[in-house]
């Protein structure tokens, strides 16, 4: 109970300089609990919607288990007639017919796509007795036949959509205008699906291309009935094999699951970084609890002459870091709910809507949060704690601080760094080398490891030299202040390695990450360059296949010389050997040879597009002892069986479909009918000789009416890749920030608590002359120079772990390394600024104290 109270006086009389530790401990602890909040209430989210949009018992084709086969940009059906079957069926109160599909685009009179841009479908359906369960009609009315729509209140609203707006729908069989009569709200949230209703004769003649099917046919359950019971009966009407027949919770647990690995990604790329900010938050908390520790050496002493045992003093320690470990995340907890709404409210403005009605704080993420928060406080301040331990009664004699660790101690520790810092490097040379993509991978997460682990704990020697050479290079301009600020620096090189280190971590991520995106821009655009011949490429950046209608403006376009189609078609491949292989095989036209340079490594690729001809990669042919005039059987999911010639076998180095098996579109068509061909999900178009500007521009103006669709030239794709890559990266950074976040907070609480430590220092210093302003120059470039201590740790860290990863991801395709110079030198210059800003305040208070007071601190 004396250990509890005076642990608690200690945290009250201290509890200014305690202050920013706990903030890196509720910044830690609510970026976890953000997180797990956040993804649990996108899960309770859609666990709503999908109940709510699912029948007590759903019946549909066994082909939509294959996704909604969405290429050939028709959904696989059911025959209408089974709603008459299925009337019968004990158990049955009511049955509906479901007729929709989300190969569909929807633009607005001036041809602008009203559609999700968020990866949220678009689609188009009929209204059925699931919607009524789901939907509400809040203006309007529903359609009554042809030309007549509903749209959903958010998209219209998102739109500026109004009652008698024409909408026009483009699908695989052409499109259709019509005008809408109705606007229906969700009564669960939406994520940012666009939802547009026609009638059902509509949908099945337009979209589905049989005015005598449905996509899915819905049951309702009498009363009384369960949904198990119905399902049994309507499989016995059905029979087992013939159709795929779902409960209202086994539909939404495929849909759920269907959605989860995506959340999954969301989650534990959250929780990463925030593991990163914990990590760097130790280095805060033990560079805090060391130097108390320090500053009260004398106090410390004194309890040990009255009596106190080191266990009670070290016991004291580690309650301070547990009261401040609990405080920190109770509120941290609280914090990560208030970000989880505003991860919800940024995810609104990009399209995704999440409502807080849906808001869910599982008891568990709390808990987690607390205990984290507790665990990793507790064990960062256990070193600390120890130290205070050993101060010996005699220590109440002294007026200094606690003695700097034995040179032994120092020896050891950067013995160990030092040898794990050359043997993560050996790692790392070893990964940048491997021939093996598994191997080289245990080698670079192995290496990174043993690096980060070796810096840190030969950070204070590297100090010692480092700071030198910075001192000399930035400090030694600014006089005798300067060369203060750099003594200060050196005073406690562990103190320095510690804050240095904590800043070192989140550049060395940003560092290597800039490394590998730069190289994959620059390897992409190099792979453009050599081997894409072609000078238009056109698809959709939301996944649609591109429709007949559009595939024929693009090959009547004034001033292109051909079109290259691409499609891709599943089969079961069975080579002489006497295997069977279920691979994707590529129906293109022989243009494509040109359009794509791929090397053979036997034969001519041109030939690969002849009658009853195909090409095979170099590791099939083999793994099969394939050769070229050998025959393989073909069997095509969709159609019938081929037997192919093989014409040419295509080197395995190559980047643009590693691992395509090619033949013409002309022998596709021959063993797979016309509705069964998949569509186009990206085409090819070259241009006459001299109009390459022109047909540019014709392309660009042929597909207005098709805005789901991109032109793109090699420059324009190029900037496109540079664009993705950038965002994903800035994504990144934006995350990292918080660990940096934190380690800027280090370098302040090691800046506050070094002015406090040397209070007497600073107050003899101004009695013989050092002005305020000069003081306040020596604390802030004491502080530039810790930053950027951190800062070329991390980015010599940073590029290593980046050119180590380039080269081993040379043998998936990222064969260019590209340093951004430019990005590695805004970092270092970043790393100055965040020092200065660091020191704003610790400098302000040591230039207001008052010298009198100060030198007569004890």
């Known amino acids: 109970m004396t250990v509890l109270r005076t642990s608690l006086r200690n945290v009250v009389a201290h509890k200014g300089r305690m202050l ?11 970026f976890v609990c953000g997180t797990l909040v956040f993804t649990d209430t996108m899960n309770t989210t859609f666990d709503r919607l999908f109940s709510e949009t699912a029948a007590d018992v759903t019946v549909s084709s066994r082909e939509a ?42 633009v607005n009179e001036d041809d602008e796509n009203v559609g999700s841009t968020t990866g949220a479908p678009t689609i188009a359906s009929n209204w059925s007795d699931v919607d009524e369960r789901s939907m509400e009609v809040t203006s309007g009315r529903l359609p009554r036949g042809e030309g007549e729509a509903v749209i959903d209140a958010d998209t219209a609203e998102k739109h500026g959509l109004e009652l008698g707006d024409e909408l026009r729908t483009i699908s695989a069989l052409g499109d259709f205008r019509s005008e809408i009569v109705g606007v229906a709200a969700f009564r669960s949230t939406n994520p940012g699906a666009t939802v547009v209703y026609f009638d059902t004769e509509t949908v099945q003649t337009r979209l589905l291309g049989d005015s005598d099917a449905y996509t899915s046919v819905y049951v309702t359950a009498a009363e009384g009935v369960g949904d198990g019971e119905l399902k049994r009966n309507v499989v016995a009407a059905l029979g087992a094999d013939g159709y795929k027949v779902q409960t209202q919770e086994e539909y939404a647990a495929e849909s759920q699951e269907d959605l989860g690995a995506f959340l999954d990604v969301i989650k534990y790329a959250l929780l990463g970084f925030a593991g990163i900010a914990l990590l760097v938050g130790v280095f805060l908390i033990v560079n805090t609890f060391s130097m108390l520790v320090a500053q009260r050496t004398r106090e410390i002493g004194l309890l040990r002459a009255i009596g106190s045992s080191r266990r009670q003093v070290n016991r004291s320690v580690l309650v301070e870091a547990l009261l401040l470990g609990l405080l920190g995340s109770v509120l941290g907890v609280g914090a990560g709910v208030g970000l989880a709404v505003g991860l919800m409210e940024l995810m609104g403005l990009v399209g995704m ?52 660790a034995g040179s032994r101690v120092g020896r050891v520790r950067s013995t160990v760094g030092a040898v794990l810092s050359l043997a993560g490097a050996g790692a790392l040379v070893v990964a940048a080398g491997s021939g093996e993509a598994s191997t080289g991978s245990a080698f670079l997460g192995l290496g990174v490891v043993l690096t980060l682990v070796g810096f840190v704990l030969v950070g204070p020697l590297l100090a010692a030299f480092l700071v030198r050479v910075l001192g000399a290079v930035v400090l030694r301009v600014f006089g005798p202040v300067g060369r203060m600020a750099e003594r200060n620096a050196l005073r406690n090189p562990r103190r320095t390695g510690a804050t240095g280190a904590a800043l070192m971590i989140g550049l060395a991520l940003v560092a290597s990450l800039s490394v590998v995106g730069a190289s994959l821009v620059a390897s992409a655009s190099d792979e453009l360059d050599r081997t894409v011949g072609a000078d238009f490429i056109v698809q959709s950046d939301t996944y649609q296949p591109i429709v007949p209608e559009a595939v024929e403006r693009l090959r009547s376009t004034e001033g292109v010389e051909h079109v290259t189609e691409y499609r891709m078609l599943e089969a079961r491949l069975s080579p002489p050997d006497g295997g069977s292989v279920a691979r994707a095989v590529t129906a293109a036209s022989p243009t494509y040879a040109s359009d794509l340079r791929v090397e053979t490594v036997s034969g001519e690729l041109a030939d690969a597009y002849g009658r009853d ?77 001299g109009r390459e500007d022109a047909a540019y ?103 290593g772990w980046g050119v180590a990863a380039q080269r081993l991801l040379a043998l998936e395709g990222l064969k260019v390394l590209q340093v951004p110079w430019s990005t590695i030198a805004v970092v270092f210059v970043g790393a100055a600024l965040v020092g200065l800003v660091a020191a704003l305040v610790p400098a302000f208070r040591a230039g207001r104290m008052n010298v009198l007071n100060a030198i007569a601190t004890e």
């Open 613 to 689: 001809a195909m090409s095979v990669p170099e590791d099939f042919a083999d793994r099969h002892g394939v050769e070229v005039g050998d025959r393989i059987e073909v069997d095509f999911e969709r159609g019938g069986t081929a037997a192919l010639t093989v014409r040419a076998i295509t080197a395995a180095d190559t980047s643009v479909d590693q691992g395509a098996m090619y033949l013409s579109t002309a022998t596709a068509e021959r063993y797979v009918a016309e509705d069964r061909m998949p569509l186009n999900m990206i085409v090819f178009a070259k241009a006459e000789d």
């Open 697 to 799: 521009a014709a392309l660009k103006s042929e597909l207005e009416p098709f805005p789901q669709y991109t032109v793109r030239n090699q420059a324009d794709y190029k900037e496109l890749l540079e664009d993705q890559v950038g965002q994903l990266l800035n994504m990144v950074y934006g995350l990292l920030a918080l660990a940096i976040v934190v380690a800027i907070l280090g370098v302040v609480n090691t800046l506050a608590l070094s002015v406090v430590e040397r209070t007497r220092e600073i107050g003899l210093m101004r009695a013989i002359g050092l002005s305020r302003r000069q003081l306040r120059r020596m604390i802030r470039l004491e502080s530039v120079v810790i930053a950027l201590f951190g800062a070329v740790l991390g980015l010599g860290l940073g590029l």
């Open 20 to 30: 920013l530790s706990g903030v890196a401990v509720v910044l830690s602890v609510a």
């Open 65 to 106: 288990e294959n996704d909604e086969v969405p290429d050939t940009g028709k959904p696989a059906t059911v025959p209408a007639s089974l709603v008459d079957e299925l009337e019968g069926v004990e158990g049955v109160a009511s049955v509906s017919g479901g007729a929709f599909s989300t190969s569909v685009t929807v």
């Open 353 to 404: 809507n999440l409502s807080t009605d849906d808001l869910t704080v599982r008891w568990t993420t709390p808990v987690v949060g607390v205990a984290l928060g507790v665990v990793v406080t507790v064990l960062a301040a256990y070193l600390p704690a120890r130290r205070a331990g050993r101060i010996s009664p005699m220590a109440a004699l002294r007026d200094d601080g606690l003695p700097a």
